[in-house]
């Protein structure tokens, strides 16, 4: 179910109160896209698939931490990481063309 305008505000400051400064991020994580993907109204179990297999760029396997086909693919990251290695992770190949 779609939320309004309005409901939409009133979750994403609830959201920013509950998630602005959580103990342990990564054991925390899917519980954090859960929440975001409420805030919008979207069902995770319908559209996200957590701790998906997938092969790395030149070989090897891994994990994306989250996946919607198509929408968003998620590398959870803990404050201060290098975020240019998430972006690796998500796409190995390197190409920055589609920022």
């Known amino acids: 179910m779609r939320h309004s305008w309005n409901d939409i505000k009133a979750k994403a400051l609830a959201f920013s109160k509950q998630w602005g400064d959580p103990d342990n991020e990564k054991s925390q994580a899917q519980s954090f896209w859960i929440d975001f993907l409420d805030i919008f109204g979207v069902p995770n179990k319908r559209v996200a698939t957590f701790e998906l297999n997938v092969a790395k760029h030149g070989g090897g396997h891994g994990f994306a931490d989250l996946f919607w086909p198509g929408v ?24 920055r063309s589609f920022e």
Do not use: I, M, N
Request: no cysteine.
């Open 72 to 95: 968003l693919l998620v590398e959870h990251k803990s404050r201060g990481k290098d975020l240019d290695l998430a972006f690796s992770q998500a796409h190995p190949a390197g190409d």
